[in-house]
């Protein structure tokens, strides 16, 4: 079945039941959907160890062990040895038996890994990377003509990473054709060699000017397997990145999957295209925002890389840091970050070499978790640097189209300015999802909800979530076929709401007031108080309720509506509740150490947040 992502799967039979499978790189996860009345809900759910390295080297027994599982915890009969059971047996007298649809998503094998290349690096090769991107991939470099390596580094660049995939673009339809024609000729110099599959020619995608088509043609035709799509930048004003897109979805089912252990098996399995777990991650975001017309940052923080989604204005953007994690990348957020960075968010004295050794012990035991408190505070400093550094690579790469010509007033008419201006505008985004291990599986709520509003500082009013038990895959690739379906689950099974962060912005002496509030909540209870600058104040609001929060700033403090303007704004509850955040925006913590210990304390105090540590 050759469809691609963004098309929907036509089927003659209503879905009612329905199993889904994310192979990931150390676990595939199964989930069991069925329709309950009019909703559809997730029922069961089944995990194994992913089977597609030795001894097995079959992604299949990862993902029949899985559904066995659900099999035993339902009573339902799925399998027939190794096959599925579909469509199931309800209108044959046997309601337990099979079910309509097997589908899934992988990352198994390391991704999607791509290489791309451009012209100017920051005008047609930051679109080539959007569009991997976006595609669910990791790129793991980015060529262009202006990038400063040599000729020789370049072909040796790309003959040593050994990619899945290139995408080529370049060019303006109807510019020169000489950069873009050089960079192909790189590319058949370097003679690259794909990462699975001694015998089958690497998958390259054109997307560049038409005019280089015939040399392109000439040069790489017989090297690799050529595919030529629409050039991703027509003209400087416009990013054209869906063919690509979709052109990437297609080649990684049929070449990259292909090449990986059982996949072939798998892909006879499933009853709708299997897609790149990121991709469908994105996809299922995608849906919400738009179903719900929000502006919305969803993160997923992994033991290696961390993913970061954007919808704002209806514009989707995904990055991933490839050198970001809690496990096998935990040193490169060192490394990045800077050890005072990690330290500043550690509520109590510790040496800088002990630090140091609980992050290289982690990155050599990457399956360990903590074990005590002061562990868990660690990690969870650890994650608020790797979530603020994705966030501001996202927000580099999250941004309007660069070299491109603005309208000016007269007296700009002498600067020439690039617009590249980032896409993500923090004062109107409306939710934040959080997924991923530290997220996700965090002792208690409120320390998941804390993470990202240390790491991320949301601005005005943001509602904040996570993804219960990381499904948000699962349930992209079933929004392509059936999105009532998607949406049910996501909105009643997948995703905890943890509540709403009111962050006035606009910085002032602890103590001194930042803003006055009246809180109406549902039951009519009225709460009047002040917001003082170093303070955290956190009011229970049960999920599903809604409160009326009116915030009078002061004079040079903005709320959202504007400096020294009142904001009044229905607010969402949660398991967490309302967050009310005096610290001030941008954040800033106490440089002596005493005084910054202290100020953790009373915070995490104010909410309840390590009750032990006090």
Same mark, same amino acid.
């Given at each position: ?345 550690? =509520?109590? @004295?510790? *040496? &800088?070499?002990? %630090?140091?050794?609980? $992050?290289?012990?982690?990155?050599? +035991?990457?399956?360990? !978790? =903590?074990? @005590?408190? *002061? &562990?868990?505070? %660690?990690?969870?400093? $650890?994650?608020?640097?790797?979530? +603020?550094?994705?966030? !501001? ?222």
């Amino acid at each position: 079945m050759t469809s691609s992502p963004s098309s929907p799967v036509q089927f003659d039979h209503p879905l009612n039941v329905i199993v889904a499978t994310d192979c990931g790189s150390t676990t595939t996860k199964a989930i069991l959907i069925e329709k309950v009345g009019e909703e559809y809900r997730q029922t069961y759910r089944g995990e194994a160890p992913t089977t597609v390295e030795a001894p097995f080297e079959d992604v299949t027994r990862g993902v029949l062990n899985a559904i066995a599982e659900i099999e035993e915890l339902s009573g339902r009969k799925i399998l027939d040895g190794e096959k599925i059971v579909t469509p199931n047996r309800a209108g044959q007298g046997d309601p337990m038996t099979g079910v309509d649809i097997y589908i899934s998503t992988s990352s198994a094998g390391g991704g999607l890994q791509m290489m791309v290349t451009g012209v100017v690096q920051s005008m047609t090769g930051e679109s080539a990377q959007r569009a991997a991107l976006g595609a669910g991939a990791i790129v793991i470099d980015v060529l262009a003509s202006n990038d400063g390596r040599l000729p020789h580094e370049k072909i040796e660049r790309i003959r040593s990473m050994r990619p899945d995939m290139i995408l080529m673009s370049g060019g303006t339809d109807g510019g020169a054709v000489t950069h873009v024609v050089e960079m192909a000729e790189y590319v058949s110099a370097a003679e690259p060699r794909p990462r699975f599959g001694a015998t089958y020619k690497l998958p390259l995608i054109f997307a560049g000017n038409k005019d280089a088509r015939p040399q392109v043609q000439r040069i790489l035709g017989e090297k690799a397997a050529l595919e030529i799509t629409d050039n991703i930048r027509p003209v400087l004003e416009k990013e054209n990145l869906a063919p690509a897109r979709d052109k990437i979805h297609d080649l990684f089912l049929e070449h990259v999957m292909q090449q990986a252990p059982g996949y072939r098996k798998l892909m006879e399995m499933t009853g709708a295209p299997i897609m790149p777990t990121p991709a469908a991650v994105g996809v299922i975001m995608e849906t919400i925002a738009k179903r719900e017309g929000l502006n919305l940052i969803g993160v997923d923080i992994g033991g290696a890389t961390t993913d970061v989604f954007s919808i704002f204005k209806g514009v989707f953007n995904r990055t991933v840091s490839a050198n970001l994690g809690m496990s096998y990348s935990i040193s490169n957020v060192l490394a990045e970050a800077g050890l005072p960075n990690i330290m500043r968010w550690v =509520p109590f @004295t510790i *040496d &800088e070499q002990t %630090i140091r050794n609980r $992050i290289k012990n982690k990155m050599i +035991r990457p399956t360990t !978790i =903590p074990q @005590t408190l *002061d &562990e868990l505070q %660690i990690e969870q400093a $650890i994650a608020r640097e790797a979530l +603020r550094l994705a966030l !501001i690579h996202h927000k580099s790469l999250a941004s309007g189209l660069k070299g491109v010509q603005q309208e000016r007033m007269i007296s700009d008419m002498f600067e020439q300015q690039a617009s590249g201006k980032t896409l993500i505008d923090m004062l109107q985004l409306d939710l934040i999802v959080g997924s991923g291990g530290i997220l996700s599986h965090a002792p208690r709520r409120i320390q998941s909800m804390l993470m990202m509003v240390d790491a991320y500082e949301p601005l005005g009013v943001t509602a904040l979530s996570v993804d219960s038990i990381f499904m948000m895959p699962h349930l992209g690739v079933l929004s392509t076929i059936n999105e009532k379906a998607a949406t049910d689950v996501f909105v009643r099974d997948c995703m905890i709401y943890l509540g709403t962060c009111i962050a006035p912005i606009g910085q002032g002496k602890d103590g001194e007031v930042s803003a006055s509030y009246e809180i109406v909540f549902p039951d009519g209870k009225t709460v009047r108080d002040r917001l003082r600058f170093g303070d955290l104040t956190l009011y229970p609001l049960e999920p599903g309720k809604s409160a009326t929060i009116t915030v009078e700033p002061a004079k040079h403090v903005n709320a959202g509506a504007g400096i020294g303007v009142t904001l009044t704004r229905k607010v969402q509850g949660g398991v967490v509740g309302l967050l009310l955040d005096g610290r001030g925006r941008p954040l800033q913590l106490a440089e002596e150490q005493g005084a910054r210990i202290a100020s953790l304390k009373k915070w995490f105090d104010a909410v309840g947040l390590y009750p032990a540590a006090s």
